[in-house]
């Protein structure tokens, strides 16, 4: 009994062996039909150009406007305080109005 276990146990080792043998067989054979099939179509060249970078005059025209954005920024929160202060000193007059008109009452 113990012979034939081995017996069988050996059958199914070699036909384990064979089949992965043509396993690999056929994983070459898959991997070799991929690579032909890679190297027979023809390559296409490229379509589309390269983009090419800013000139000197683009460069120049952005840092100009960058400037003047800039500028104009500035101006806009100088103008805010100048609104700021004139707002603060109005107040300030009026209340002292206020108070003048009030004692005088």
Known sequence: MNNDALSKALAAATEAADDSKQLEVVKAVLIAQAISRAADQPQHPCQHQPR??????EWLGIGGAVCVGGLGIAIGFIAIAIC???????????RSLWRDYLNNR
């Open 84 to 94: 700021g202060i004139s707002v603060a000193i109005l107040a300030l007059i009026l």
């Open 52 to 57: 090419q970078g800013r000139s000197t005059s």
